[in-house]
């Protein structure tokens, strides 16, 4: 009984992560079920068996993605100003726009959650106010829920800045979009910024 109650997490754990890179390279509209399940290496009747739909599985994939981010990025950056800089420089950095399949779930799907059921929007507030508090905390440690706002305003400058350098054509173009971006969102923050210093480390390689 304990090893089929492991398996059958363990095979949730792999729909959810080939649902998140999926939905992210394209769209969750653009996913649809079947090819899912095959990504995973299983079949479709196997999907029932962990989530009632692919609403459920939208709304779960964004929850885990977010709480992925947090424990990846936010929660190993450093206290104060110091560690908003190092999730500044991380996110806009080329290694995270070069990376939309292990990147940011709002860069990649901001406006297709805007369309989802409640459940999958209730799942994405959730989960982008435990980023956002984390952002906010290194702000305003002593208030950080009357700078939540702003952590949110910075986090949207991010995810708009890094999808924009995304979609541009011209490399050099879009290397300048990330420097000004970063430019923008430290001074947002209130920290000066020091020149092209961009973090480029993968997530859970924060510099010190």
Not at 32 to 46: E, P, Q, R, S, V
Not at 83 to 94: A, T
Not at 191 to 208: L, N, V, Y
Request: hydrophobic content about 40%; aromatic content about 4%.
């Amino acid at each position: 009984m304990r090893y089929r109650k492991e398996h059958k997490q363990a095979t949730r754990r792999r729909i959810i992560e080939t649902a998140g890179r999926r939905f992210k390279e394209d769209g969750i509209d653009g996913s649809g079920i079947t090819a899912l399940m095959k990504d995973a290496g299983l079949t479709n009747g196997a999907f029932y068996t962990h989530f009632r739909s692919k609403d459920d599985l939208v709304a779960t994939t964004i929850a885990d993605q977010l709480q992925a981010q947090n424990a990846t990025i936010v929660a190993h950056a450093q206290p104060g100003r110091a560690g908003l800089e190092q999730i500044v420089r991380w996110y806009l950095s080329p290694w995270h726009r070069d990376s939309r399949d292990v990147g940011c779930p709002s860069a990649a799907l901001l406006d297709e959650i805007g369309r989802c059921t409640h459940s999958t929007k209730q799942a994405y507030t959730d989960g982008v106010l435990v980023v956002a508090d984390g952002i906010a905390a290194r702000l305003a440690p002593d208030d950080p829920l009357s700078v939540r706002p702003m952590a949110l305003s910075s986090y949207a400058m991010m995810a708009g800045t890094l999808q924009l350098s995304r979609a541009l054509a011209d490399p050099q173009l879009a290397d300048q979009v990330l420097d000004q971006g970063i430019h923008n969102a430290l001074a947002l923050l209130g920290i000066e910024h020091e020149g092209d210093t961009r973090m480029a480390q993968r997530p859970g390689e924060a510099a010190s």
